[in-house]
């Protein structure tokens, strides 16, 4: 019944969770601490700290995470946890994979038409003003610091920042490869 219950969560998550990974943490928050009250909101916490750290989308990381503690809390078994994992990551990226095999259909069928030319004109700038503005999010005080209040720490990450763009976007160095020079070099600078 637990499995039953857990799938059917995660699927209405995956349904309505619109605006990324991020956007479904209060939806999954909300369903397994304050509705089904399967683990505490400081064990949630922690595992939205991991879904950060390991590599993958947010929400499908929070999802596994999820599933794997509530599975092996109710059976007490580590093997049933990780069956908790699969049902709860399957359940949450089968309607989005459902509307994308749907979508797509429509796509091939309808690709060029000058409507469908049209919206995807339009589209493109847009979403490159959405990946900019997500840039312009994350250049807050939590990722570079403070003049103010650590002069050390946002010089240094704005060296970090300019050091990568030139790598990548001039010197055509691996996005990959700069992402560890820049965690040595944070390593090494800030702490």
């Not at 038409?113 to 994350?138: D, Q, Y």
Request: proline share 4%; charged share 5%.
């Amino acid at each position: 019944m637990i499995f039953l219950s857990l799938s059917y969560t995660f699927f209405i998550i995956g349904l309505f969770g619109f605006g990324g990974g991020y956007g479904m943490l209060s939806l999954i928050q909300h369903s397994v601490v304050v509705e089904h009250h399967w683990m505490t909101s400081a064990e949630f916490t922690n595992i939205v700290a991991i879904s950060q750290m390991t590599p993958g989308p947010i929400g499908i990381n929070c999802a596994t995470y999820c599933g794997y503690k509530t599975i092996e809390a109710a059976t007490g078994s580590m093997l049933m946890g990780v069956l908790g994992s699969l049902t709860a990551t399957i359940a949450l990226v089968l309607p989005s994979f459902i509307l994308m095999l749907a979508i797509s259909k429509l796509f091939l069928k309808y690709m060029h038409s000058r409507s469908v030319e049209s919206i995807f004109a339009g589209l493109k700038p847009a979403v490159v003003g959405l990946m900019l503005a997500a840039v312009l999010l994350l250049c807050n005080e939590d990722n570079f610091g403070s003049p103010v209040s650590s002069p050390w720490q946002f010089y240094i990450s704005i060296a970090i920042f300019i050091a990568t763009w030139v790598g990548v976007k001039i010197v055509k160095i691996s996005p990959i490869t700069m992402l560890l020079y820049a965690g040595f070099a944070g390593l090494l600078l800030l702490y």
